[in-house]
């Protein structure tokens, strides 16, 4: 990295970090805009029931469950969450950060639910947003060979043209800043492990890929068809590593991340009495036979790429270029694969959210074929580009700071609506 890359960098997070607090300063606690509210709770419930309350519910705040939004449930006197657990692994470093401080303080009430603990979620989604896009850049520059010029701007895309900056710092707590941090960084480890060969890297790859798994399970699916890509593109050179590299790397890799899994197997039995219970047992894909792709893309309730119109440059380039590289039509199916999976959903809009979520995370994979497209621009598209990136950037930042959370609108498709986030 060179110093003007640090600067900027450090800036990027400054004002992430700024944006996200201004914005949660004006709510209290247990609002339904505060940062542990609804699934935010879910996913992090796991570190105070284990650090404070010992998995006792009786010993948590009276109500809790009730003042973070039902988020969890206290059912027979335990913590029942739906959400897997490796949210709240990659919580823990800044939990214990702010449980550290709130005990230099003497805090004594709704430990793990103090102020501190809500700042720190601004402070973890806001780091590994920030580290992500810094990941994707290194490798856009180390590995697919835009100039630092282009780079910046596919980073510009990527955040202010689509819902990412939404996730980064209104919703922060949520899974997708984690999640976009592990995919940008097995992608940066990829191909350090493709020149270097060391079963230490190797392991990282492997154990970072399970740690994504057991944030959200459903995504090893979608995971998968991106790292066809990856393995079908780079066979020559994954041929020449040696048999030892993969055993004692994929070893080391599948031990460290099966540690979740193994979290995940005892929380499940202690609140199910059964290793193999899951908290989504009563959702399902009832919708498959009514998938509508139209209301999934376009609709103002939530289409992703009304949302985040970046996947098309991404779409366009897996196509354009598919002579180039007949592997990045696996990019196309990976867009319409996420789309299938979450149109048969009982809920395809994935409930509250400012664009469709599913995707979110998956914008390190996507930045690929949109490299492709910029390395292919001009100077004077460039700058044309440069331009629409701000100007996109200000009306989707302008909707977001007026949305309330959730869709208010009459249908899917209400227009005037989505308008009126925007002119606010």
């Given at each position: 990295?060179?110093?003007v890359?640090?600067?900027?960098?450090?800036l990027?997070?400054?004002?992430?970090l700024?944006?996200?607090?201004?914005?949660?300063s004006?709510?209290?606690r247990?609002?339904?805009?505060?940062?542990?509210?609804?699934d935010?709770?879910?996913y992090?419930?796991?570190?105070?029931?284990?650090?404070?309350?010992?998995?006792?519910?009786s010993?948590?705040?009276?109500?809790?469950?009730?003042?973070?939004?039902?988020?969890?449930?206290?059912?027979?006197?335990?913590?029942?969450?739906?959400?897997?657990?490796?949210?709240?692994?990659?919580?823990?470093?800044f939990?214990?950060?702010?449980?550290?401080?709130?005990?230099?303080?003497?805090?004594?009430?709704?430990?793990?639910?103090?102020?501190?603990?809500?700042?720190?979620?601004?402070?973890?989604?806001?780091?590994?947003?920030t580290?992500?896009?810094?990941l994707?850049f290194?490798?856009?520059?180390?590995q697919?060979?835009?100039?630092?010029?282009?780079?910046?701007?596919?980073?510009?895309?990527?955040?202010?043209?689509?819902?990412?900056?939404?996730?980064?710092?209104?919703?922060a707590?949520?899974?997708h800043?984690?999640?976009?941090?592990?995919?940008?960084?097995?992608?940066?480890?990829?191909?350090?492990?493709?020149?270097?060969?060391?079963?230490?890297?190797?392991?990282?790859?492997?154990?970072?890929?399970?740690?994504?798994?057991?944030?959200?399970?459903?995504?090893?699916?979608?995971f998968?068809?991106?790292?066809?890509?990856?393995?079908?593109?780079?066979?020559?050179?994954?041929?020449?590593?040696?048999?030892?590299?993969?055993a004692?790397?994929?070893?080391?890799?599948?031990?460290?991340?099966?540690?979740?899994f193994?979290?995940?197997l005892?929380?499940?039995?202690?609140?199910?009495?059964?290793?193999?219970?899951?908290?989504?047992?009563?959702?399902?894909?009832?919708?498959?036979?009514?998938?509508?792709?139209?209301?999934?893309?376009f609709?103002?309730?939530?289409?992703?790429?009304?949302?985040?119109?970046?996947?098309?440059?991404?779409?366009?380039?897996?196509?354009k270029?598919?002579?180039?590289n007949?592997?990045?039509?696996?990019?196309?199916?990976l867009?319409?694969?996420?789309s299938?999976?979450?149109?048969?959903?009982?809920?395809?809009?994935?409930g509250c959210?400012?664009?469709?979520?599913?995707?979110?995370?998956?914008?390190?994979?996507?930045?690929?074929?949109m490299?492709l497209?910029?390395?292919?621009?001009?100077?004077?598209?460039?700058?044309?580009?440069?331009?629409?990136?701000?100007?996109?950037?200000?009306?989707?930042f302008?909707?977001?700071?007026?949305?309330?959370?959730?869709?208010?609108?009459?249908?899917?498709?209400?227009w005037?609506?989505?308008?009126?986030?925007?002119?606010?």
């Amino acid at each position: 990295m060179k110093l003007v890359d640090k600067i900027v960098f450090i800036l990027l997070f400054g004002l992430l970090l700024f944006v996200s607090l201004n914005r949660h300063s004006r709510h209290p606690r247990f609002d339904y805009h505060s940062q542990i509210y609804a699934d935010k709770a879910g996913y992090q419930v796991y570190l105070p029931a284990t650090f404070y309350y010992d998995w006792d519910a009786s010993q948590m705040p009276a109500g809790i469950d009730s003042l973070v939004g039902s988020g969890f449930s206290i059912i027979d006197n335990k913590v029942h969450t739906k959400y897997p657990v490796g949210v709240a692994v990659m919580q823990l470093p800044f939990f214990a950060l702010a449980a550290a401080i709130d005990n230099m303080h003497g805090e004594q009430g709704y430990l793990g639910y103090t102020e501190n603990q809500h700042l720190a979620l601004n402070w973890s989604t806001t780091v590994y947003g920030t580290l992500a896009l810094l990941l994707i850049f290194l490798t856009t520059v180390q590995q697919w060979k835009l100039a630092r010029g282009q780079a910046y701007l596919l980073v510009l895309l990527l955040l202010g043209c689509s819902n990412l900056l939404y996730y980064l710092t209104r919703d922060a707590g949520m899974a997708h800043a984690y999640l976009l941090f592990c995919y940008a960084l097995v992608i940066y480890l990829y191909y350090r492990f493709l020149a270097t060969r060391s079963w230490m890297v190797l392991a990282g790859v492997v154990a970072i890929s399970l740690l994504a798994l057991s944030m959200r399970h459903i995504n090893g699916l979608f995971f998968a068809i991106a790292g066809v890509y990856f393995l079908l593109t780079y066979r020559t050179q994954l041929n020449k590593v040696a048999r030892s590299t993969w055993a004692t790397g994929g070893g080391v890799g599948v031990i460290l991340g099966c540690v979740p899994f193994v979290l995940q197997l005892l929380y499940n039995q202690y609140a199910y009495g059964s290793f193999g219970a899951t908290g989504y047992a009563n959702e399902s894909f009832s919708n498959w036979d009514n998938i509508q792709f139209l209301e999934l893309w376009f609709a103002p309730n939530n289409g992703v790429l009304l949302y985040a119109p970046i996947l098309l440059i991404a779409l366009y380039g897996s196509v354009k270029y598919r002579k180039e590289n007949c592997h990045l039509l696996w990019f196309s199916g990976l867009f319409l694969l996420i789309s299938l999976v979450y149109g048969a959903w009982w809920s395809p809009t994935l409930g509250c959210g400012f664009g469709h979520r599913g995707f979110t995370e998956f914008f390190a994979f996507f930045a690929l074929p949109m490299a492709l497209v910029m390395k292919h621009w001009t100077k004077k598209t460039e700058q044309i580009v440069w331009i629409i990136g701000f100007l996109v950037t200000a009306v989707l930042f302008s909707a977001q700071w007026s949305f309330d959370g959730c869709w208010y609108g009459d249908g899917p498709w209400d227009w005037a609506e989505l308008a009126g986030w925007i002119i606010r």
